[in-house]
Nanobody, 124 residues
Framework: QVQLVESGGGLVQVGGSLRLSCAVS????????MGWYRQAPGKEREFVAG?????????KYADSVKGRFTVSRDSAKNTMYLQMNNLKPEDTAVYYC????????????????WGQGTQVTVSN
């Protein structure tokens, strides 16, 4: 059974930083697509960052977070991270991590596995 568990959310002031973690179990941590999404109150879930392949660092970021957020991983811990710097009030949302079996399944059906989310609140 595949499980993704996010952690690291919390309350932070504008300009501050947080690092979210996504611990993966049930999948051999390899070169499969993973991503981060977020959903603010009253809004649809939106793409934040996506790793098509870790090999070659094929990573995409939403324009709204480019230059402020960075995705990384620790293979030994089966964990993906989202480092968030210079946080803004509009970054307030529940953040989700997601994974797909491979690039083809991602292309055909999107991410198959999702975490439960972690709340990030940025205050003025």
């Amino acid at each position: 059974q595949v499980q993704l568990v996010e952690s690291g959310g919390g309350l932070v002031q504008v300009g501050g930083s947080l690092r979210l973690s996504c611990a993966v179990s049930g999948l051999t941590f390899g070169d499969y697509p993973m991503g981060w999404y977020r959903q603010a109150p009253g809004k649809e879930r939106e793409f934040v960052a996506g790793v098509i392949t870790w090999t070659g660092a094929n990573i995409k970021y939403a324009d709204s977070v480019k230059g402020r957020f960075t995705v990384s991983r620790d293979s030994a811990k089966n964990t993906m991270y989202l480092q968030m710097n210079n946080l803004k009030p509009e970054d307030t949302a529940v953040y989700y991590c997601a994974a797909a079996d491979n690039t083809q399944s991602l292309r055909l059906g999107g991410y198959r596995y999702w975490g439960q989310g972690t709340q990030v609140t940025v205050s003025n």
